[in-house]
Protein backbone atom coordinates (compact mmCIF):
# COMPACT_ATOMS: atom_id res chain seq x y z
CA UNK A 1 0.00 0.00 0.00
CA UNK A 2 1.43 3.67 -1.05
CA UNK A 3 1.61 6.08 1.97
CA UNK A 4 -0.86 8.12 0.81
CA UNK A 5 -3.53 5.82 0.84
CA UNK A 6 -2.33 4.43 4.39
CA UNK A 7 -2.50 8.33 5.14
CA UNK A 8 -5.38 9.12 3.26
CA UNK A 9 -7.99 8.11 5.74
CA UNK A 10 -8.63 10.00 8.93
CA UNK A 11 -8.89 7.77 11.45
CA UNK A 12 -5.07 6.50 10.51
CA UNK A 13 -4.01 10.35 10.25
CA UNK A 14 -5.74 10.90 13.85
CA UNK A 15 -4.03 7.38 15.60
CA UNK A 16 -0.58 8.77 14.35
CA UNK A 17 -1.37 12.31 16.12
CA UNK A 18 -2.57 10.50 19.22
CA UNK A 19 1.01 8.11 18.93
CA UNK A 20 2.91 11.39 17.87
CA UNK A 21 2.44 12.11 21.78
CA UNK A 22 4.43 8.71 22.34
CA UNK A 23 3.32 5.32 23.32
CA UNK A 24 0.20 4.45 23.90
CA UNK A 25 -2.12 1.44 24.38
CA UNK A 26 -4.55 -0.36 21.70
CA UNK A 27 -7.02 -0.07 24.41
CA UNK A 28 -6.35 3.84 24.55
CA UNK A 29 -6.10 4.40 20.82
CA UNK A 30 -9.89 2.75 20.93
CA UNK A 31 -11.31 5.04 23.43
CA UNK A 32 -10.13 7.86 21.57
CA UNK A 33 -11.35 6.99 18.34
CA UNK A 34 -14.50 5.32 19.39
CA UNK A 35 -15.31 8.61 21.17
CA UNK A 36 -14.91 10.57 18.25
CA UNK A 37 -15.12 8.61 15.27
CA UNK A 38 -18.18 6.51 16.92
CA UNK A 39 -16.48 3.06 15.40
CA UNK A 40 -15.75 -0.24 17.08
CA UNK A 41 -12.83 -1.92 18.50
CA UNK A 42 -12.44 -4.33 15.44
CA UNK A 43 -12.35 -1.47 13.23
CA UNK A 44 -9.91 0.02 15.59
CA UNK A 45 -7.32 -2.88 15.08
CA UNK A 46 -7.92 -3.10 11.86
CA UNK A 47 -6.40 0.57 11.09
CA UNK A 48 -3.47 -0.05 13.69
CA UNK A 49 -2.91 -3.43 11.85
CA UNK A 50 -2.72 -1.24 8.44
CA UNK A 51 -0.72 0.83 10.34
CA UNK A 52 1.42 -1.85 11.14
CA UNK A 53 1.75 -3.23 8.01
CA UNK A 54 2.65 -0.96 6.44
CA UNK A 55 5.38 0.22 8.57
CA UNK A 56 3.86 3.35 10.37
CA UNK A 57 3.50 2.19 13.75
CA UNK A 58 5.01 -0.47 15.97
CA UNK A 59 3.51 -2.46 18.25
CA UNK A 60 5.39 -4.22 21.24
CA UNK A 61 3.72 -6.63 24.47
CA UNK A 62 3.99 -5.27 28.04
CA UNK A 63 2.10 -8.46 29.40
CA UNK A 64 -1.57 -8.56 27.91
CA UNK A 65 -1.40 -4.96 26.40
CA UNK A 66 -0.17 -3.61 23.05
CA UNK A 67 1.69 -0.77 23.23
CA UNK A 68 1.79 1.58 19.57
CA UNK A 69 4.24 3.81 18.24
CA UNK A 70 5.01 5.75 15.68
CA UNK A 71 7.73 4.61 13.13
CA UNK A 72 9.49 7.90 11.95
CA UNK A 73 10.75 5.92 8.37
CA UNK A 74 7.57 6.27 6.14
CA UNK A 75 6.88 9.58 7.42
CA UNK A 76 10.49 10.68 6.19
CA UNK A 77 9.94 9.20 2.98
CA UNK A 78 6.67 11.46 2.84
CA UNK A 79 8.51 14.40 3.98
CA UNK A 80 11.27 13.74 1.15
CA UNK A 81 8.20 13.40 -1.61
CA UNK A 82 6.66 16.77 -0.24
CA UNK A 83 9.79 18.86 0.05
CA UNK A 84 9.39 20.02 -3.67
CA UNK A 85 6.30 21.28 -2.70
CA UNK A 86 7.02 23.23 0.61
CA UNK A 87 7.70 26.87 -1.53
CA UNK A 88 3.79 26.79 -2.13
CA UNK A 89 3.51 27.39 1.34
CA UNK A 90 6.96 28.17 2.96
CA UNK A 91 6.52 32.06 1.25
CA UNK A 92 2.80 32.05 2.56
CA UNK A 93 4.14 31.15 5.97
CA UNK A 94 7.01 33.69 5.82
CA UNK A 95 4.57 37.04 4.62
CA UNK A 96 2.77 35.49 7.77
CA UNK A 97 5.22 35.76 10.05
CA UNK A 98 6.34 39.29 9.23
CA UNK A 99 2.68 40.03 9.32
CA UNK A 100 2.52 38.97 13.30
CA UNK A 101 5.47 40.66 13.83
CA UNK A 102 4.39 43.43 13.08
CA UNK A 103 1.25 43.32 14.37
CA UNK A 104 3.66 42.71 17.87
CA UNK A 105 5.48 45.95 17.29
CA UNK A 106 2.27 48.05 16.79
CA UNK A 107 0.84 46.73 20.23
CA UNK A 108 4.09 47.29 21.90
CA UNK A 109 4.23 50.86 21.37
CA UNK A 110 0.38 51.40 21.47
CA UNK A 111 0.96 49.88 24.91
CA UNK A 112 4.21 52.12 25.27
CA UNK A 113 1.75 55.60 25.45
CA UNK A 114 1.80 57.65 22.41
CA UNK A 115 5.62 58.63 20.38
CA UNK A 116 6.82 62.10 20.94
CA UNK A 117 6.45 63.40 17.03
CA UNK A 118 9.57 65.50 17.42
CA UNK A 119 11.52 62.40 18.69
CA UNK A 120 12.39 63.81 21.50
CA UNK A 121 11.36 62.65 25.44
CA UNK A 122 10.35 65.23 27.88
CA UNK A 123 12.26 65.83 30.92
CA UNK A 124 9.60 65.29 34.45
Given amino acids: MHAFDVLGDPVRRRILELLADG????????AVIRDEYGISQPAVSQHLRVLRDNGFARVRAEGT??????????LREVDMWLEPFRRF??????????????????????????EDPTGHEENR
Avoid: I, K, M, N
Fill in 23 to 30: ELSSGEVT
Fill in 65 to 74: RRLYAVEAAP
Fill in 89 to 114: WEQRLDALATELARGRRERRRAADGP
